[in-house]
T-cell receptor, first 111, second 114 residues
Framework: DAKTTQPPSMDCAEGRAANLPCNHS???????VYWYRQIHSQGPQYIIH???NNETNEMASLIITEDRKSSTLILPHATLRDTAVYYC????????????FGGGTRVLVKP | DTAVSQTPKYLVTQMGNDKSIKCEQN?????MYWYKQDSKKFLKIMFS???????INETVPNRFSPKSPDKAHLNLHINSLELGDSAVYFC?????????????FGPGTRLTVL
């Protein structure tokens, strides 16, 4: 699976949009981009995934650049409960469903 | 209505002991996983099972033996516990081996080896 690079931490104001970047410059054509998050002391939670089109669900939006070498997770209206470590993962569908977690971005939502 | 549950939540034991962690999912999934999160917070997959068959074994010492009595359960037995086994262990499940299916994680079991 391709490696990803994320900033180690970022702060966000409550009620504002949080934009979380991820670089995956070595991504290959059949690798998907996934986002999970881990709230303190809990198991990781799936957020969203995409291949090349932008995606939106009830939790977030995923913007993937045209060359697919980077993506941005957008939390439209961050709440205090969104404070967590956010992981960007790229995965080949032939990888046997293995998730390879990196260091993630520690997001602190401040009031 | 917990989707993926693990027991116990905390486990403190002495070096050299044998212990088990249990995992159950009520989502009807046929693929289950064990992940380990060490003190540096890195999450790494250990095993995955699909329909009770081992699919992934990520070079885990053979002191770790997963057991899947049925599709809804994947237990982790650890022999001769070592200090380095101290970590949080997460169980997860998903539907099939199709990669875009999300994985649902349990709450974790914090293992401390003294």
């Amino acid at each position: 699976d391709a490696k990803t690079t994320q900033p180690p931490s970022m702060d966000c104001a409550e009620g504002r949009a949080a934009n979380l970047p991820c670089n995956h410059s070595t991504i290959s054509g059949n690798e998907y981009v996934y986002w999970y998050r881990q709230i303190h002391s809990q198991g990781p939670q799936y957020i969203i995934h995409g291949l090349k089109n932008n995606e939106t669900n009830e939790m977030a939006s995923l913007i993937i650049t045209e060359d697919r070498k980077s993506s941005t997770l957008i939390l439209p209206h961050a709440t205090l409960r969104d404070t967590a470590v956010y992981y960007c993962i790229v995965r080949d569908k032939a990888a046997g469903n293995k998730l390879t977690f990196g260091g993630g971005t520690r997001v602190l939502v401040k009031p | 209505d917990t989707a993926v549950s693990q027991t116990p939540k905390y486990l403190v034991t002495q070096m050299g002991n044998d212990k088990s962690i249990k995992c159950e999912q009520n989502l009807g999934h046929d693929t289950m996983y064990w992940y380990k999160q060490d003190s540096k917070k890195f999450l790494k997959i250990m095993f995955s099972y699909n329909n009770k068959e081992l699919i992934i074994n990520e070079t885990v010492p053979n002191r770790f033996s997963p057991k899947s009595p049925d599709k809804a359960h994947l237990n982790l037995h650890i022999n001769s516990l070592e200090l380095g086994d101290s970590a949080v262990y997460f169980c997860a499940s998903s539907q099939g081996l199709i990669s875009y299916n999300e994985q649902f994680f349990g709450p974790g079991t914090r293992l401390t080896v003294l």
